[in-house]
C-alpha cells in the first residue's frame, strides 16, 4: 500500500465512520413516535433537560436516548434557550426530533386560566384544580392535610384552610397537586407580606385569618366587609359569643359533605364543636373558608363603631342593617322575617 493510500485511508475511515454516525442519529430522530394515541407531557420547574428526554423514552417516545440528548444540546446551543416548563401535547406519528424540538417553544405548551373564588374551602379549591388544571383532587387534599406541608409553611392548624389565596391564576395544564398548592400558598404569603404582619386588632396572622373567613362568609359586598369585621371585634373584646352563622354551617358541611348546604336550623346551634361560636365564646380553631384580599384587610383593621348586631336587609343588596342593642336588632330580625314570609327576596 502506498503512502498516498495510507494517507487516503487515514482520513477517509474516520469520515466515513462520523457521516454514518450523523446518518444513523439521522434516521433514528425522523422515525415517527410509537404511541396509539396523544399524550400529555408534563415538564416541572425543576426538571433538567436529560431528566425530560429520559422521561421521554420511558414513556416510549424517545427511542435513542443518547442521539436525542445530543441533538437536543445542540438545539439549546443554537437557539439560546432553554427547555420550557409546562405541559406538552405529543402526537402519535410525530418525528422524534419535532418532539425535541416542541420542548424549546412556549407555543407548544397548553395552559388554562382558573379562577378560585372568595370564600370557597379547601374541598372546593380541589374540584376546580382537577377540574381546570387536570391535577389529582384526591393528592391536592392529602397534602392540603399533610403535616409535611403545614410545617413547612409554619401553619399550625390540621389543614391549610384559609391559608390559599383566591384569585384569578394562569396554570399549565397536568400541573401537579404540590405544585398548584405552593403557587396558592405564596400569592398568600406575597400578600401578607405587602400588608403587613399586625393591623389595629393586633391579632397575629392566624387569628386574623379566622375573623377574615367568617367575614367573607357574612358578606359579599367588599365595603360592607370592615362594618361586618368591626361587629365581631367589638363582640370579642368584651367576651361576647361571636354567634356566627357561618361557623355552625362550617361544621354541618363537614359533617354532610355529600349533602347541599341548607339553612340552619335551631338544633344546629347546639352542636358541640369547637367552630360553634354559639357554644364557644372566641374565634374557632381554624378558619372556616379562604377569605380574600377585602376581608383579611377587613379583619385587620375593622371599622370602629358601637354595632354588635346585624342582619340581613333582603332588599336585593346583599347588605345588612346594623344595630348597637338587643331590642333593635330584633326590630331589624322582624322587619327581615317579615319581608322573607312575604317572599320578596328568595334566599
Partial sequence: ????????????????????????????????VEIAAPIDFYVSPKMSLNAAISQLESRSVITSPTIARFAARIIAWQ?????????FTIE???????????????????????????????SKYAEIASEKIGCSKGEFLRLAYSDSLRQARGITTA??????????YEFYLKTPAHEVLDKLLDEQDDFWASVGTTGTTKLDRHQTLVLASIVEA?????DEKPRVAGVYWNRFKIGMKLEAD????????????????????????????????????GLPPAPINSPGRAA????????????????????????????????????????????????????
Fill in 92 to 122: 402519535p406519528g410525530t418525528e422524534q426530533f419535532l418532539v425535541i424540538m416542541g420542548l424549546f417553544s412556549r407555543r407548544n405548551l397548553q395552559t388554562a386560566t382558573v379562577t378560585f373564588q372568595e370564600g370557597i374551602t379547601l
Fill in 79 to 87: 437557539s439560546g434557550r432553554v427547555i420550557q416548563r409546562g405541559t
Fill in 246 to 281: 357561618p361557623t355552625v354551617q362550617y361544621i354541618y358541611d363537614l359533617k354532610n359533605p355529600n349533602r347541599t348546604s341548607r339553612r340552619l336550623l335551631f338544633a344546629d346551634l347546639e352542636i358541640d364543636s369547637p367552630f360553634n361560636t354559639y357554644k364557644y365564646t
Fill in 218 to 222: 357574612e358578606t359579599p359586598v367588599d
Fill in 296 to 347: 383579611i384587610k377587613a379583619a385587620l383593621n375593622p371599622e370602629t363603631h358601637f354595632f354588635y348586631y346585624f342582619v340581613a336587609k333582603l332588599d336585593g343588596s346583599n347588605t345588612h342593617t346594623f344595630t348597637r342593642t338587643g331590642a333593635e336588632h330584633q326590630q331589624a330580625v322582624a322587619l327581615f322575617r317579615a319581608r322573607r314570609r312575604a317572599g320578596k327576596i328568595n334566599i
Fill in 1 to 32: 500500500m502506498s503512502n498516498g493510500q495510507r494517507i487516503g485511508l487515514v482520513i477517509g475511515l474516520p469520515l466515513v465512520i462520523v457521516l454514518s454516525t450523523f446518518g444513523y442519529g439521522a434516521l433514528q430522530l425522523t422515525k415517527p
Fill in 159 to 168: 389543614t391549610i384552610e384559609g391559608y390559599l389565596m383566591p384569585n384569578t
